[in-house]
């Protein structure tokens, strides 16, 4: 299995515009998992999805960020706009049942806002 | 709500030195708990992880931790450390049991680990 797949790996936009980033779960796994990681905060759950559909949004820091999962291969997490502090690292994670909800990581993106 | 604390926020230590990192969790059920490790400028990684059975649980590169429920404890221990363990490691605890669809994990805050050659 290839892992969980993320695009893309750095982003650099300007202030303002809208950034969209994409994740592929690994095949099988049912739950899908949205971090930011920054010096200062640390690791943040922003919103997690089980089965498609979101459980827990209560990380995402406000109304710029949202998060889809149309289908169970693919989900996007958009910043609409983007501000400079919102630059940081954001994973995503995927897990399910049979690997006793241990999480997988992606490789990130690096997204900064200039 | 459910908590990981992880104590030692930075640790240094030199090259073959032993290593324990302490982790506590806040929950009185069923747990499940996991170490990750995060190298510089990479994806955090498992380590080992504990769902039930014997407490002292056995990782990857020499690691392994102790379950204490009395003191809902999950330390992780390497009796040698290497230049090479220099990373950031993360404690997290998943609540509710492997048969449950609760599948959040809580993380501690991380410790950063510098072994210096």
């Known amino acids: 299995d290839a892992g969980v797949i993320q695009s893309p790996r750095h982003e650099v936009t300007e202030m303002g515009q809208e950034v969209t980033l994409r994740c592929k779960p690994i095949?099988?796994?049912?739950?899908l998992f949205w971090y930011r990681q920054t010096m200062m905060r640390g690791l943040e759950l922003l919103i997690y999805?089980?089965?498609?559909?979101?459980?827990?949004d209560s990380g995402m820091p406000e109304d710029r960020f949202s998060a889809k999962m149309p289908n169970a291969s693919f989900s996007t997490l958009k910043i609409q706009p983007s501000e400079p502090r919102d630059s940081a690292v954001y994973f995503c994670?995927?897990?399910?049942?049979?690997?006793?909800?241990?999480?997988?990581f992606g490789p990130g993106t690096r997204l900064t806002v200039l | 709500a459910q908590s990981v604390s992880q104590h030692n926020h930075h640790v240094i230590l030199s090259e073959a030195a032993s290593l324990e990192l302490g982790c506590n969790y806040s929950?009185?059920?069923?747990?499940?708990l996991f170490w990750y490790v995060q190298y510089p400028g990479q994806h955090l990684q498992l380590l080992l992880k504990?769902?039930?059975?014997?407490?002292l649980v056995k990782g990857i590169k020499g690691f392994e931790a102790e379950f204490i429920k009395s003191k809902f404890s999950f330390n992780l221990r390497k009796p040698s450390v290497q230049w090479s363990d220099t990373a950031e490691y993360f404690c997290?605890?998943?609540?509710?049991?492997?048969?449950?669809?609760?599948?959040?994990?809580?993380f501690g805050t991380g410790t950063r680990l510098l072994v210096s050659p």
């Open positions: 994670a995927s897990s399910s049942r049979g690997s006793g909800n241990e999480q997988f």
């Open positions: 504990y769902f039930s059975g014997d407490p």
């Open positions: 095949s099988g796994h049912n739950s």
């Open positions: 999805f089980n089965n498609n559909v979101p459980i827990d």
């Open positions: 929950y009185g059920g069923t747990v499940n």
């Open positions: 997290a605890v998943n609540v509710g049991g492997v048969n449950t669809g609760f599948q959040k994990l809580v």
